[in-house]
């Protein structure tokens, strides 16, 4: 089946012409086809960013022909064949051909060859096995994928238990793609072959779990494949930590971040994030977001005072309020100072403290524990006065606590 789309502008852009026509000398005018997303999102007249390009090429020669016209290659994946070529700095995948030799679900063994269709056959979902040429010719060797895509359908090309035992990722890529593309009632086979090898996904690795997992959170609106997903019991395999979804649902409504809506489906303890922190191998910065939201050390919720909400920012940071607001908001009944207190979390700046270590001295403090005590205490005086006292006052606190020390 075939169809035409118009020029798209990132067709047509020099960079990507640069590397058709660097293809194109090496292996004719069908030497290159736009593949997979791009293609299903031009379709949908959604944006595209990232570029993929399928070639009968193999990588040594689309290295060869990319140099030739004094282009980037980059070997980012030749055991699979995908050689990154570079023009002004803009990055295309391009992949040759394959067919799979060997797969355990994890990985796969592939070998090249110049078929389309054999190519479109080991691919996930049939709205990912399109193709485009260069002059807006579109092709769907599957014959359901204009279709599927058009309609909001994840059809699994072929065999959908098949293409789970070749990667059990295809499972949640099936969820994201879901939340992503879908509409309607989602199809009955793919749920069901998800259903029956959820426990596959227990063997991926944590960096691609998560990578799909945060990228289905970062949907519009996840709950609703979020939601399947739990029922499926994939989520459990996925995430053994999730707790309900009440709280993710209610967060989703009014939140976009996919970490913090990470956080949601977590419960409020310390230990089960930082198990799943661990399982979805996440980065340092990503974990230790997770983990403040989670503290139970300063408790942030909608009845606060300003002046407490202060005390809180001060001692915790503006981020780690914002998201124990959120967090909070999206467990709570009706009520909350919620808008105010946001508004107040986004926009004040906490003060310096304006004592140090060398203002002790010179009050006569000696180095050691007993000056970093009396500091604190000045501080948190200061902060239990709403942040107010001056420096001069400060300092007249300091004096009295050196002289009630003897």
Known sequence: MSDRLPLQPWMASAETRAVIAALQAAGGLDAARFVGGCVRDALLRRPVSDIDIATPLTPDEVTAALKAAGLGAHPTGVEHGTVTATAKGR??????????????????????????????????????ALYLDPEGQLYD???????????????????????????????????RFLAWYGKGAPDAA????????????????????????????????PRPSVRLMAEAGVLGVALPQAGGLARFEALAAFEADPVLRLAALLPDD???????????????????????????????????????????????????????????????????????????????????????????????????????????????WWVAQDFTPDRHALLARLQTAVEAQG
């Open 91 to 128: 990055p295309f995948e391009v992949t040759t051909l394959r067919r799979d030799v060997e797969t355990d679900g994890r990985r796969a063994v592939v070998a090249f060859t110049t078929d389309w269709a054999e190519d479109a056959e080991r691919r996930d979902f049939r709205l990912n």
């Open 141 to 175: 060797p599957t014959g359901g994928g204009i279709a599927d895509a058009r309609a909001g359908r994840i059809v699994f090309v072929g065999d959908p238990e098949t293409r789970l035992r070749e990667d059990h990722l295809r499972s949640l890529r099936f969820f």
């Open 190 to 221: 793919a749920l069901a072959a998800c259903t029956r090898l959820k426990d596959g996904v227990a063997g991926l690795s944590g960096e691609r779990v998560s990578k799909e997992l945060l990228k289905l959170l970062a949907a519009p609106d």
């Open 270 to 380: 310390r230990s089960a994030v930082a198990a799943a922190a661990k399982r979805l191998r996440l980065s340092n910065v990503q974990r230790q977001r997770l983990l403040c939201a989670v503290s139970d050390q300063i408790v942030v919720n909608g009845d606060l005072s300003p002046e407490a909400l202060r005390r809180a920012i001060y001692r915790l940071g503006g981020a780690t309020v914002r998201d124990r607001l959120l967090l909070a908001r999206a467990a709570s009944a009706e009520g909350g100072r919620w808008g105010e207190l946001m508004g107040l979390a986004q926009t004040w700046t906490p003060p310096r403290f304006p004592l140090s270590g060398a203002d002790a001295k010179a009050a006569g403090v000696p180095e050691g524990p007993q000056l970093g005590r009396l500091l604190k205490a000045v501080e948190d």
